[in-house]
């Protein structure tokens, strides 16, 4: 039983580490950043300039597919899995460029970006 406990935390930390960043991510004046939680979580705090797209919206692939195929992003949510799930798409709409940042406050540490709520 114990061994099974120390498998499934490991796998568990393994499976969070995987969708947050581990360095600090390049911000350049052409990077696009992107939230793809709800409106309602966006208006409680955003990285400032991001670009509300919610991934659980009926709209977000043909949103997605005006995004330039060549830019750069940057994509997060409230833990990383939305995110995860929205650069899958985004790469079947052939965006390449997309690095999940984890949650808005991983996103925020990761690129110096701050908090917002306006």
Not at 38 to 50: D, S
Not at 97 to 116: C, K, M, R
Request: with cysteine; net charge negative; hydrophobic share 45%.
């Amino acid at each position: 039983m114990k061994k099974l406990l120390a498998l499934l935390t490991l796998g568990l930390a393994l499976t969070l580490t995987g969708c947050t960043p581990a360095e600090p991510i390049e911000v350049t004046a052409d990077t696009i950043i992107i939230d793809v939680r709800t409106p309602e979580e966006f208006a409680t705090g955003h990285l400032e300039g991001a670009l509300l797209l919610d991934v659980q919206s009926a709209e977000f692939d043909a949103l997605a597919a005006e995004l330039d195929p060549d830019a750069s992003y940057i994509v997060y949510c409230r833990s990383g899995n939305r995110a995860g799930t929205a650069i899958e798409r985004l790469a079947a709409l052939g965006i390449t460029d997309a690095v999940n940042a984890g949650s808005v406050q991983e996103a925020s540490d990761a690129t110096g970006i701050p908090i917002v709520t306006e």
